[in-house]
């Protein structure tokens, strides 16, 4: 919509069209007739000096395509023809413009204004030629600073000086990257500033009105988060903004030192705004519901406002505008076709929008006639593109408003529904009340045998594990215990044989008599010691007083072993030493440790609150889970790492064995899972060791991975006030 206000005859196609091959044909004849004559056949006659006079015949025009011809070459020039239009109307050109036309000045003042009424000008050069032959050159336009305008109004205003009853003749430079019209309007300085100071006036009128619109819908934008209003108050802003860049305003207001800004503020802000009120049409008039099959047009328009906004910041000033201008006929149709369409549909906001574009093309149809001299150049005329806008924008407002209220009511319909939905529910409910309650009362009798069934099965089945992992402490420590028994036992009948011989020795140095003469007793004595070998004797009760001592020892230390790991008389919180803990345990499960190398790196760390036979226990799972991943594993190991780091013992228990996939080591803390075999495990052992960690305030990390074996990390916090 925004594009319309760079090139609004470009809208009603028939009827522009029709306006400019008759624009052509009054050119042409014109150019004939006056082709090769470089002067003016009349000049223009001021006479009042209360009034504005508009210049609107007998100027001619010399188009310079490539903006190289010095101020003598067009004094010079036979090229100039005289403008088919009261108000010339150059179109869009690259090329500069020079316009020549001739004033007598027949009021009483000598001193008056010249005011070039298109603030769209980039060059704007005035040349006054004095009979003496001196020149006098005023230069603007938007590639100046409006700030070193002598004048500061959005028009273009020349100091002039004629004489009373003199005629002078001017040139004025031109060029403009949009449509260039020229309403030039001679006048003094009284009744210039009175117009002008109207016209502010009504800019600043229009200015207030968007200004107000664009902070009412923001309010609302806030209290509604509508997304709507937030593509509308984009949409206002831009439009004001697009309009007083047209109007010459902004520069003025805005950017007076930039031009920079003054240059590309026209299409940046037109591109922007258009982009807005396309996607605001989609998002208002639901076309996602309405006309979904449109919606790719929707984008495809933004893309091309995207070109053009990237082309203005280029420089590309004429691609812009022609994109800008195309791109304004092909919304327009499609605004109006798609709002047309929804609003057949029955939906209500369409008719708004459509009404508001409605009020807007009016403006537009009378921008368009006076630019094409059909109307008059006046005030009217001028203004009827901001009021449209202003009117748009206000319509528009309305229809969002009414749409809220739209929403709203629909919101209440459907709240209405939803209570009687509601009452339904509660009548149907208060009729199932009593059925359920019955039911109730026997699921929940179901429930509680169910759950105290579950209550003993789980407990069987820790029983269960606990049974099983005793079952692998006892036999091992029966082993254990076997060998040394065995070998106190074997040791018993060789070391009996020896002692009887001793004994008897000693019986016979007992018998020994005096009557059968001491030299025979010694004799006999002799050959018994010779027989039985006392030296060997000794030194086979000595072997086998050590071997016995030996045993006991080592089933001395089983026995200790077992009561350390089992601490049947520590069940409450103690400080220990978990080193002693865990030494036990592989004493304990030295039996299965077949082909397992055991290395140990005991720290030194402090004793810890714990509960050591819980912990025991832990260990004994840990370690057993290692083993039995190391059954197939060639130089199988198994490394135990105690250390202290900060207030925390660290336990590390890793092994060389398959590892785990991430999927399993997901799982293995959980209640039940178990990689074994049926009737080889219950799941329960790494759950249960789960258990005791977190009872002591700790953690336990599993680091694995296939072909690379597994580390438990059990972290445990030396001081702990309370255990839960």
């Known amino acids: 919509m925004i594009s319309i206000f760079l090139h609004p005859f470009r809208i009603c196609n028939l009827f522009t069209s029709s306006l400019q091959i008759l624009s052509f044909l009054v050119f042409l004849l014109h150019s004939i007739h006056s082709y090769g004559d470089p002067q003016p056949k009349s000049f223009i006659e001021y006479q009042n000096s209360h009034i504005v006079k508009s210049i609107e015949s007998n100027v001619y025009i010399l188009e310079d395509k490539e903006s190289k011809l010095t101020f003598e070459e067009v004094k010079a020039s036979k090229l100039f023809f005289i403008s088919p239009l009261k108000?010339?109307?150059?179109?869009?050109?690259?090329?500069?413009?020079?316009?020549?036309?001739?004033?007598?000045?027949?009021?009483?003042?000598?001193?008056?204004?010249?005011?070039?009424?298109?603030?769209?000008?980039?060059?704007?050069?005035?040349?006054?030629?004095?009979?003496?032959?001196?020149?006098?050159?005023?230069?603007?336009?938007?590639?100046?600073?409006?700030?070193?305008?002598?004048?500061?109004?959005?028009?273009?205003?020349?100091?002039?000086?004629?004489?009373?009853?003199?005629?002078?003749?001017?040139?004025?430079?031109?060029?403009?990257?949009?449509?260039?019209?020229?309403?030039?309007?001679?006048?003094?300085?009284?009744?210039?500033?009175?117009?002008?100071?109207?016209?502010?006036?009504?800019i600043g009128i229009y200015i207030g009105i968007i200004l107000a619109l664009f902070l009412y819908n923001g309010f609302l934008l806030f209290t509604t988060n509508d997304k709507n209003y937030l593509y509308y108050i984009i949409y206002i802003f831009f439009i004001g903004l697009t309009q007083v860049c047209l109007l010459g305003y902004a520069s003025k207001l805005f950017w007076p030192d930039n031009v920079w800004l003054s240059t590309h503020g026209l299409y940046l802000s037109a591109s922007i705004g258009s982009a807005a009120i396309i996607i605001f049409m989609k998002s208002f008039l639901n076309m996602e519901r309405y006309t979904p099959r449109l919606i790719f047009i929707v984008y495809v328009i933004v893309g091309i406002y995207a070109i053009s906004f990237i082309a203005a910041l280029f420089d590309e000033f004429q691609l812009s505008y022609r994109i800008i201008d195309v791109n304004g006929l092909l919304i327009t149709v499609f605004s109006l076709y798609v709002a047309s369409r929804i609003s057949l549909l029955g939906y209500q906001p369409a008719r708004y929008f459509l009404l508001s574009w409605t009020v807007f093309m009016i403006g537009v149809l009378i921008f368009v006639l006076r630019n094409f001299?059909?109307?008059?150049?006046?005030?009217?005329?001028?203004?009827?593109?901001?009021t449209g806008s202003a009117l748009e924008v206000v319509l528009l407002s309305f229809a969002l408003a009414d749409k809220i209220n739209i929403l709203k009511r629909e919101k209440l319909e459907s709240q209405q529904e939803v209570i009687k939905a509601l009452e339904e529910n509660k009548r149907l409910i208060t009729i199932q009340n009593t059925e359920l309650e019955s039911k109730v009362k026997q699921r929940t009798f179901e429930l509680e045998s169910a759950y105290k069934n579950l209550q003993n099965t789980q407990s069987q089945l820790v029983d269960s594990e606990k049974m099983a992992s005793l079952g692998q402490l006892t036999a091992g420590i029966a082993h254990e215990i076997n060998n040394p028994i065995n070998f106190v036992v074997s040791n018993i009948t060789p070391l009996r044989r020896d002692i009887n011989d001793i004994l008897e020795l000693v019986e016979k140095y007992e018998k020994i008599s005096l009557e059968k003469g001491l030299e025979e007793n010694l004799i006999e004595i002799r050959k018994f010691r010779k027989e039985i070998d006392v030296d060997f004797v000794k030194e086979e009760i000595d072997m086998l007083l050590n071997g016995i001592s030996e045993g006991a020892s080592r089933t001395s230390e089983i026995i200790r072993s077992l009561r350390n790991f089992s601490r049947v008389d520590e069940s409450d919180l103690k400080t220990a030493n978990i080193n002693e803990g865990i030494l036990s345990t592989l004493v304990l499960l030295s039996q299965q440790f077949d082909k397992i190398t055991v290395i140990k790196n005991i720290g030194d760390i402090p004793k810890i609150d714990c509960y050591p036979g819980k912990l025991n226990q832990a260990f004994m799972n840990i370690i057993t889970n290692a083993i039995q991943a190391l059954h197939k594993t060639e130089s199988a190991r198994i490394e135990i790492s105690t250390l202290l780091v900060n207030e925390d013992v660290l336990i590390s228990i890793k092994d060389n064995g398959s590892g785990m996939t991430e999927e399993i080591r997901a799982k293995i803390f959980d209640p039940f899972f178990t990689t074994k075999d049926v009737g080889k495990g219950t799941g329960l052992g790494l759950s249960i060791t789960y258990g005791i960690i977190e009872k002591h305030k700790g953690k336990i990390e599993v680091h694995s991975a296939v072909g690379m074996g597994t580390e438990f990390v059990l972290t445990l916090p030396v001081k702990r006030d309370e255990l839960a």
């Open 87 to 202: 108000i010339p109307n150059l179109g869009v050109s690259k090329s500069t413009f020079w316009l020549k036309f001739s004033i007598k000045n027949t009021s009483e003042l000598e001193n008056l204004l010249l005011q070039l009424s298109y603030p769209l000008m980039d060059v704007a050069d005035l040349y006054e030629l004095k009979p003496d032959g001196r020149i006098i050159i005023s230069q603007t336009g938007d590639i100046k600073p409006f700030s070193e305008r002598k004048y500061k109004n959005s028009n273009f205003i020349f100091d002039i000086s004629i004489p009373t009853n003199e005629t002078e003749q001017f040139f004025l430079k031109i060029k403009a990257s949009e449509q260039i019209l020229v309403p030039l309007f001679i006048s003094s300085t009284e009744p210039l500033n009175e117009i002008n100071t109207l016209n502010d006036s009504i």
């Open 373 to 386: 001299g059909v109307l008059p150049y006046n005030d009217f005329t001028n203004y009827t593109m901001p």
